[in-house]
């Protein structure tokens, strides 16, 4: 299976609404949350961009709605149901 990483931090409400409208779509791949805190080259990284969803290298940064994260899928090869 497939896994997309939400990279995210503890109590970042943005975060949550990313992971919603993922969940929202019914993606068929693994959602994995990394909370950025516990590591300082990801938090250099992604500190002020999260919630960030990266797959294989390609990643979708907030703001993002769900046609946005839809066309993300696809161009992914990411298989999800409406």
Known sequence: MKTVTLYSTEGCHLCEMAS???EQLEVEAE???VDIAYDDK???SY???IPVLN???SEINWPFDIEQLSSWLEKNGIT???
């Open 20 to 22: 919603a409208l993922y």
């Open 31 to 33: 959602l994995e949350v």
């Open 42 to 44: 990801l938090f250099e």
């Open 47 to 49: 500190g002020v961009t």
């Open 55 to 57: 797959f294989e290298g």
């Open 80 to 82: 999800y149901h409406k």
